[in-house]
């Protein structure tokens, strides 16, 4: 079944992305950690939809980059138990 979920994270903004702007760099960011990510409890994140809210980022010693605090909405598909998948079968091992 497909869903739209919010989620809550912090999210590491490397410094090569600090010439965009913040909600830029915080969408490209978010979509190179989470986009095609397997979770045995969200399911396949397909995709990030919309970012909702960046909070204040902060800095720490040890590390180059920025790291926000986002609430985000992201394209999640989790199979549901006898749910059918209707498509053509590619290969098989």
């Known amino acids: 079944m497909y869903r739209i979920t919010t989620i809550q994270d912090a999210i590491r903004v490397p410094p090569d992305k600090f010439a965009m702007k913040s909600r830029e760099a915080v969408m490209q960011a978010l979509s190179d950690k989470y986009e095609c990510l397997l979770d045995p409890k969200l399911g396949v994140v397909l995709s990030i939809i919309s970012v909702d809210r960046i909070s204040e980022g902060k800095i720490f010693p040890e590390d180059p980059g920025v790291h926000y605090p986002v609430v985000f909405k992201a394209l999640i ?3 549901e138990l006898h749910e059918l998948a209707i498509g ?6």
């Open 77 to 79: 598909y989790k199979p």
């Open 88 to 93: 053509e079968v590619v290969d098989n091992t």
